[in-house]
């Protein structure tokens, strides 16, 4: 009853006040144009066609080769992104919480892990092809090997693997830090190996957690349109159907459509399983804080390992990073490795600048808008109560999960 009384008298003052109210109806407005509109058209585009309501265009699609392939190698690099990144992403978070390591060593390992995080998502790509493609330096000048191809499903794999592992690393950071170590001695008083303590109490501690790194990066892995369109090869993507279809010569808009709400209801799918599902799981078993400080691991049989496969994994991130720059200043790549500022004078001097101005002006104009609309709706959804609360957060959230593809289907 005081609760039902405290939330009417709230909503009561946040109706005397004009400019909140102003905000709260330009904010739903905002989000119903923007994004719930353009979901909404493409819903009815999948669904009439010249003129009748049916579900013709989804048989039409359902029946093209291309579509099955699509989203058939869409599900397979999902599906092996989301654990190879999960994997990795815990290896990398383990040794870091668990793990005592050298001051460079640990920089190193922070550094590459948060680098795949702030680099455009095409980087890896442009590298796995200047690295391993036919004209790479490691495969064609160190190996010799001439008839490989790195484009295709492996490539795919492989580049949003070591794109979206930071993600789950992240993630799962936190949760090793909030677990209690006196658990984990525990286990160790009473005799277990370090593999045992790992296996009958880290683990199944985090597998909610785990749970939801691995669909995070599915999500991420399916909606991702960059590295499928530079290095898949034939390999398509649902990312990449959908802007074949209006680019391939045909401009199947009802086909594109409905590729796009096939697409937005898979990704909708495990966002709300990962969001309302495993993430109150993951809350559920660990909270708080840890009550006291972790020992690091100190014995090489432990800490050698993990060492060494996190290096790996550095030497090769970096690696590929490395490659870019060198990639610029060689005269031809493949042919003629001498330095040359030849393709920077190019850049300047044909449409290069157009390309970076427009990149950084249209990221000086949506920057501040999202960061202002987030913190209005954060403060919004969490210090206040009225009735359209619930429409904003849900919309809001509900933007994490459409593809970007989905959404430019829906605009166009």
Excluded at 43 to 62: A, E, H, K
Excluded at 219 to 248: E, K
Excluded at 384 to 396: A, D, L, P, Q
Aim: aromatic residues 12%; contains cysteine; proline residues 4%.
């Amino acid at each position: 009853m005081a609760r039902t009384q405290s939330a009417a008298l709230d909503r009561k003052k946040l109706m005397a006040d004009p400019i909140m109210v102003t905000t709260i109806v330009v904010l739903i407005a905002f989000l119903t144009l923007f994004i719930l509109y353009p979901l909404a058209i493409l819903l009815v585009d999948s669904f009439v066609g010249d003129g009748t309501f049916g579900v013709s265009i989804f048989q039409r699609i359902f029946a093209m080769p291309t579509f099955t392939r699509a989203i058939t190698n869409t599900l397979k690099v999902g599906f092996l992104v989301g654990i190879l990144s999960a994997l990795i992403g815990l290896l990398f978070a383990y040794v870091e919480v668990y793990v005592r390591m050298g001051k460079f060593v640990g920089g190193l390992f922070k550094v590459v892990s948060m680098l795949p995080v702030v680099s455009p998502p095409f980087v890896l790509s442009l590298s796995m092809i200047m690295l391993f493609g036919k004209a790479g330096i490691i495969t064609r000048f160190l190996l010799g090997i001439y008839d490989n191809s790195v484009y295709g499903f492996w490539g795919i794999v492989i580049v949003q693997t070591l794109t979206f592992f930071p993600v789950c690393y992240m993630m799962l950071k936190g949760l090793l830090k909030n677990i209690d170590p006196s658990l984990e001695e525990a286990a160790r008083d009473m005799g277990a190996s370090r593999w045992k303590v790992f296996t009958s109490v880290t683990l199944p501690l985090m597998l909610p957690g785990l749970g939801n790194a691995f669909l995070v990066t599915f999500i991420d892995s399916v909606a991702d349109f960059a590295n499928p369109m530079i290095i898949g090869g034939s390999a398509d993507t649902l990312a990449t159907a959908i802007y074949l279809r209006f680019t391939g010569g045909t401009y199947d808009t009802n086909g594109a459509a409905a590729m796009a709400l096939v697409l937005l209801s898979l990704t909708v799918f495990l966002f709300i399983a990962q969001k309302y599902w495993l993430e109150a799981k993951t809350a559920a078993t660990l909270t708080g804080k840890a009550s006291r400080a972790r020992v690091p691991i100190e014995e090489k049989s432990v800490r050698m390992p993990l060492t060494i496969l996190c290096l790996l994994v550095s030497v090769f991130v970096v690696m590929m990073y490395i490659s870019i720059p060198f990639g610029s200043l060689f005269k031809l790549w493949g042919k003629d490795y001498h330095l040359s500022l030849v393709h920077y004078q190019e850049l300047f001097r044909d449409n290069g600048m157009k390309a970076f101005k427009d990149s950084f002006i249209l990221s000086l104009i949506a920057s501040p808008i999202t960061a202002l609309f987030s913190m209005v709706i954060s403060y919004l959804v969490v210090k206040k109560r009225f009735r359209g609360r619930g429409f904003i957060e849900f919309v809001s959230i509900l933007a994490m999960a459409v593809p970007g593809t989905v959404l430019g289907v829906g605009y166009i």
